[in-house]
């Protein structure tokens, strides 16, 4: 921290502690102990008020070492907090009020009671997760748990409005950030494939890829459409391949709405069938496609997708899906 950082932060605390009980105040720069939910340099809405009105799940604004921080209270007798995901903190800290919601940008996000319980259980599965012999697996868990329903107005407000479109040409920048981070797809590929096949102008497109972009121009959710016989495998037909939406925009029915932009796509491009597989064990893609009309296809084909793709070293069950795309 800067000097001119380090004097701002005193004179915010001092701001603060000077707030009369029962009053609400808008700080900034409360720390990472609520990330994945805030950034260092988004704001919280704090209602003045001491320890004896917080309760476990509640998020508080302490004073610690001199500086504003923004923990979740795990207990209250005795005294314990902890950051969203992370181990508890040390005993200490200053309670200076209860943070009633959060600022991200334009987006304000109301933290109201409700959200105690499943806060507190967030803390704890992310506090159990640092005592834990296989971490990565513990903090997919606390991922999931993160990114699951209770989450889904806040995670609304973060993510803002979405277009669901085919990707073009010029989308090659968001398609390779999104990959990057996201999928298992090389550079060179997709590139290829949206300069060749997916991104050119009507009649010639062949295939199809289509993204959720948020207003800044980021995909949040992706998933195309084409023929396995590009790498070789034995199959015919097009077939869905990486559908991924981004953990944060979960459960906004993005996946469905991808698909039905590709479905229409394939159904345009004269085709009568669309197939996908997916890992038996995976229960929201199965869902995801179960939901949109996809059947499961009949053993013959199954056994020739598993074999295709056993073929290559992979090993996991797959359920392989038809759809009939009528006229
Ligand atoms: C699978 C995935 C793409 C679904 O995306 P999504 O945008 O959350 O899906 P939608 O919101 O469109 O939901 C479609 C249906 O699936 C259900 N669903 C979604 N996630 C679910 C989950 N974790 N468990 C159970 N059902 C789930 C939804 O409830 C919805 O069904 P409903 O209409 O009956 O409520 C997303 O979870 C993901 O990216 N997973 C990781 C990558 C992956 O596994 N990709 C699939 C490879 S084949």
Redesign the pocket.
């Known amino acids: 921290m800067t000097s001119r950082e380090a004097s701002s932060a005193e004179v915010m605390v001092d701001v603060v502690e000077a707030l009369p009980l029962g009053q609400r105040l808008w700080v900034r720069g409360v720390g990472r102990g609520l990330s994945p939910l805030l950034r260092p340099r988004d704001s919280v809405r704090v209602l003045r008020c001491g320890p004896g009105l917080l309760a476990p799940g509640d998020v508080v604004l302490l004073r610690q070492d001199g500086e504003l921080t923004a923990r979740v209270v795990m207990s209250t007798a005795p005294w314990r907090t902890g950051p969203l995901m992370g181990p508890p903190d040390e005993p200490g800290g200053v309670a200076l009020g209860r943070v009633v919601a959060l600022r991200r940008g334009r987006w304000v996000m109301p933290l109201p009671r409700p959200f105690r319980p499943a806060l507190w259980m967030a803390q704890q599965a992310a506090s159990s997760a640092w005592a834990w012999p296989q971490p990565r697996l513990v903090s997919r868990n606390v991922r999931n748990f993160l990114y699951a329903g209770w989450s889904l107005p806040l995670r609304r407000r973060m993510v803002g409005t979405l277009e669901v479109r085919l990707l073009l040409a010029g989308d090659l920048d968001a398609l390779l950030a999104f990959a990057e981070e996201r999928l298992v797809v090389t550079p060179s590929f997709l590139r290829r494939q949206l300069r060749d096949r997916w991104g050119v102008p009507e009649p010639a497109r062949r295939g199809a890829a289509a993204g959720a972009f948020d207003a800044s121009g980021r995909l949040q ?1 992706f998933a195309w459409v084409d023929s396995y016989r590009q790498e070789g495998l034995n199959l015919e037909g097009p077939w869905v391949r990486s ?3 981004a953990p944060r ?8 709405r991808i698909l039905h932009v590709l479905m229409a796509e394939v159904r345009r491009q004269g085709e009568a069938r669309l197939y ?1 597989d ?2 038996e064990g ?4 199965l ?2 496609f179960e ?1 949109l009309g996809f059947q499961r296809a009949d053993a013959k084909l199954t056994q020739q997708a598993n074999e295709a793709w056993d073929a290559t070293g992979d090993s996991a069950r797959l359920v392989v899906f038809e759809l009939p795309l009528g006229a």
Request: aromatic share 0%; net charge positive; proline share 0%.
């Open positions: 959710g559908l991924v939406v925009a979960r459960l906004m029915g993005l996946a469905t996908a997916v890992d995976n229960a929201a893609s869902r995801t939901r």
